[in-house]
């Protein structure tokens, strides 16, 4: 079974950023079932590698956009982002100390948790930002 189920819940409405996040999800699920054919010590690092890599490019391109449109809360966002790439190099460093052990079961929550989190609350709020960006309109924080 996948990691990481996509929901509808998840949808922010813009096509390009729903479409980076669904690869975002088949990429740590690809990487997921790679790990599956080999456990090993050395398989669930290079797994953890991937995962961090493909994250925290997205992330680098979300913050990209919020320096150039100067957003307000840009440094909340990014704080965000960095806290979950922690939680994953603590994961990483677990796995090379030998401690990983039934880890995937904490990953997989820690992901899923977090992930429908700053979707629904970083994510969305700059989104919304853009979007009144693109309509000339003075964008207003707050509200749904
Ligand atoms: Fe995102
Ligand atoms: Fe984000």
């Not at 052990?101 to 979707?119: Q, T, V, Y």
């Amino acid at each position: 079974m996948a990691l990481m189920e996509w929901r509808d819940e998840f949808r922010l409405g813009i096509a390009s950023v729903d479409h980076e996040h669904q690869q975002l999800f088949a990429l740590i699920n690809a990487a997921h079932a790679a790990m599956g054919q080999d456990g090993s010590q050395a398989a669930v690092g290079d797994f953890l590698g991937e995962i961090h890599a493909d994250i925290a490019a997205h992330f680098a391109l979300e913050e990209k956009i919020m320096r150039e449109r100067a957003y307000d809360h840009y440094a909340a966002h990014k704080a965000d982002h960095e806290r979950l790439l922690d939680d994953i190099r603590d994961l990483m460093d677990d796995n090379e100390a030998g401690r990983f052990g039934d880890g995937e079961p904490i990953l997989a929550a820690r992901l899923k948790e977090w992930f429908s989190r700053h979707f629904r609350e970083m994510d969305a709020r700059m989104h919304r930002m853009l979007d009144a960006d693109r309509h000339g309109k003075n964008f207003k924080p707050g509200g749904a």
